[in-house]
């Protein structure tokens, strides 16, 4: 520890080699996977220490050397703070520095599972599909050379790194917001393997476990006022510090190949199937969320809390739940989904929680699919009407033209972000038929739907004329 730090970071580091490497240590894992093995390892022992990966930049690492990896988790609550410091990080590796260090770390002979919050476009796949997109740039790159850039490139040529040591491989346990993410994982790592070794494809497949996993919690980014707030609460400065809301929740299909931390004794629900908790969230959470963040932010407002304080929004995602997304989804054992909505109407009510609009609205090619187009393409065949998420869409397609509803730049991030600004036209029907030639994002069954693209024409007309906010009333 340097000198000078605050007494809280004080901590004597774990000798015991990690257990864990999670891959893409951003803000949510840190708030939620990173305490629940902290809390199951001070539950019930064990050597589950977790090796941070970054795979983009330094920023992370820079932030918390200086601590000795420690950090605080602070709870955003209507009635107060909580600080929460966690020392669960064993160190931070930055993958585009030394990526053999990255590899040596996942084929450490004491990890038994290697974890993932990289967002839905780390996973470099065709949404629609599920599939491996072998063209992208970071898996070309990964196939003619050793060292990896992307996340399945890490994940192959650490397994067969362990497969050449006679190691067996660890459990990879995907943490991001996808439909089946372990079995769609699995997939694409084993696409990727084929290609290099079949027989390593192989391998995998008979040996290794991806299990599904379903994760819930409101994280936002930190801000500099978040940093002023907890130094107020503390007397102490935390340059990585992560905020979150006090609701959690973490589903996991318990088929892992080489142990795990006492996760049940923490709370975590063991699973034989994730699915129906997955839908479940995907599309009432991060649905109404995405929703949400692309109407709002054209209607001006620039939080969630902001946004469904508006009466017209309020309305409007309640009528989401109730008429459009309960009816396409069967409830998990034991759970009332309309009283699931009640507290996801509290949960983006919580003032304390900044939650940007903007910032929810980023990567929307990669979230679509999963979030709002599957529930579209079940209630359609289902021949029900889904308006509120077809206004959805043409919100998403307004938002990424990258101009508002006053003419002013929308800063777009999205990996496909120049391919959907040249989509708008003028006349909303031509820019929905130039939209349909999307196959990455939107599934044929929509594309080939002639009344969903006269319905999505006519909501986007009805955007443009009107504006977001009174199209939605």
Not at 37 to 62: C, F, K, N, Y
Not at 237 to 259: I, K, M, N, S, T
Not at 361 to 389: F, N, Y
Request: contains cysteine.
């Amino acid at each position: 520890m340097e000198a000078g730090l605050p007494a809280r970071f004080n901590r004597t580091p774990s000798k015991a080699p990690a257990g864990i490497v999670h891959l893409g240590l951003g803000a949510f894992f840190r708030a939620h996977g990173a305490i629940y093995v902290a809390e199951a390892m001070a539950a019930s022992g064990g050597d589950w220490g977790i090796m941070g990966v970054s795979l983009q930049s330094a920023g992370t690492r820079d932030r918390l050397a200086p601590q000795g990896w420690a950090y605080t988790a602070l709870e955003l609550g209507p009635e107060g703070e909580t600080p929460q410091v966690v020392t669960v990080l064993q160190g931070v590796l930055v993958a585009p520095e030394d990526p053999q260090a990255v590899l040596e770390a996942m084929a450490a002979p004491s990890v038994r599972i290697v974890s993932l919050t990289v967002t839905e476009k780390g996973y470099c796949h065709e949404p629609s599909t599920g599939r491996l997109n072998a063209d992208h740039p970071d898996i070309r790159h990964d196939l003619d050379q050793p060292l990896p850039k992307s996340a399945p490139g890490f994940l192959v040529r650490a397994l067969a790194l362990r497969r050449d040591r006679r190691l067996p491989p660890f459990t990879v346990l995907c943490c991001d917001n996808l439909p089946g993410n372990g079995r769609v994982l699995r997939g694409v790592v084993l696409e990727l393997a084929r290609l290099i070794d079949p027989a390593l494809a192989d391998w995998i497949a008979a040996e290794g476990a991806f299990p599904s996993t379903m994760v819930d919690r409101i994280v936002p980014a930190t801000t500099p006022a978040d940093l002023d707030r907890l130094e107020a609460l503390t007397g102490a400065r935390d340059e990585a510090l992560v905020v979150h809301e006090p609701f959690r929740q973490w589903v996991v299909e318990d088929r892992f190949c080489a142990g795990r931390p006492d996760l049940g004794a923490v709370g975590v629900q063991l699973v034989e199937d994730v699915t129906p908790f997955e839908h479940m969230k995907l599309r009432m959470l991060n649905g109404a969320h995405s929703a949400l963040a692309y109407l709002g932010y054209l209607a001006g407002h620039r939080t969630i809390a902001d946004t469904v304080a508006d009466p017209v929004f309020g309305a409007y995602v309640r009528r989401l739940w109730q008429d459009e997304i309960i009816p396409a989804l069967t409830p998990p054992p034991g759970v009332d989904l309309a009283a699931y909505a009640d507290a996801l109407a509290a949960r983006f009510a919580n003032p304390a929680i900044r939650h940007r609009t903007w910032q929810i609205a980023m990567d929307g090619s990669q979230k679509l699919p999963q979030r709002i187009l599957g529930t579209i393409a079940e209630g359609r065949a289902a021949g029900r009407a889904v308006p509120g998420l077809t206004l959805a869409v043409a919100a998403w397609l307004r938002y990424v033209s990258g101009r508002d509803e006053a003419g002013a730049p929308i800063d777009v991030r999205d990996p496909m972000a120049a391919r959907l600004a040249a989509l708008w036209n003028d006349d909303p029907a031509r820019t929905v038929q130039n939209a349909m030639t999307l196959e990455q994002v939107f599934p044929q069954a929509l594309r080939r739907d002639a009344g969903f693209v006269r319905d999505l024409s006519d909501a986007l007309h009805r955007l443009v004329e009107r504006g977001a906010r009174a199209a939605v009333a």
